[in-house]
């Protein structure tokens, strides 16, 4: 198993410009979830997704899209990107809710806006 | 407002000693509390959890003590390794549902050989 899989690694990004992370489980995990890491900070939710076609805000969702169309891929959509979505990204899934289970975490996409 | 507190930024423990990692809460609706560990360049993995019926849980090394009056959490490695360095995050659920976690800022643990 791959586990959870997020591409790109890295990417540099102009103020405006849009871009989508791709996130995918092959764990058939119905939970997946979409975080952000600022230095110093621990990770904060961006959105949610119970299962293909249910998504929710977490703390986090403004500039911010998700669709869920199968169970395996969860992507994340920034829209006119802006300096204070510099951020480390992680994707993560789990079998049952992450308050009481363990979530399995991708390696993280690492986006520069500037 | 930080829910989930972990007010050390770093932490250097000798090897074999015994590493403390502590985890403060503000908000008495929690009741399931996870560690995760990371390295740098990697996703968070999961370590520890422990329910809010006990107040101790343990796994080899590692032990989570929960003191619920005090709304503090306590991480034990013993013996620590040079192998343990990496960032460790507490997280809390429980609030209104389970399907979120709140985590805390992390602490940087170095254990030098």
């Known amino acids: 198993n791959a586990g959870v899989t997020q591409t790109p690694k890295f990417r540099i990004l102009k103020i405006g410009q849009s871009m989508t992370l791709q996130c995918a489980q092959d764990m058939n995990h119905n939970y997946m979830y979409w975080y952000r890491q600022d230095p110093g900070m621990g990770l904060k939710l961006i959105y949610y997704s119970v299962g293909a076609g249910i998504t929710d805000k977490g703390e986090v969702p403004n500039g911010y899209n998700v669709s869920r169309s199968t169970t395996e891929d969860f992507p994340l959509r920034l829209e006119l990107a802006a300096p204070s979505q510099t951020s480390v990204y992680f994707c993560a899934s789990s079998r049952g809710l992450a308050g009481g289970n363990e979530q399995f975490f991708g390696p993280g996409t690492r986006l520069t806006v500037l | 407002d930080q829910q989930v507190k972990q007010n050390s930024p770093s932490l250097s423990v000798q090897e074999g000693r015994i590493s403390i990692l502590n985890c403060d809460y503000t908000?008495?609706?929690?009741?399931?509390f996870l560690w995760y560990k990371k390295y740098p360049a990697e996703g968070p993995t999961f370590l520890i959890s422990?329910?809010?019926?006990?107040d101790k849980n343990e796994d080899g090394r590692f032990t989570v003590f929960l003191n619920k009056s005090a709304k503090h959490l306590s991480l034990h490695i013993v013996p620590s390794q040079p192998g343990d360095s990496a960032v460790y995050f507490c997280a809390a659920s429980g609030e209104t549902s389970y399907d979120k976690v709140i985590f805390g800022p992390g602490t940087s643990l170095s254990v030098i050989p």
């Open positions: 422990i329910s809010s019926i006990k």
């Open positions: 908000n008495s609706m929690f009741d399931y």
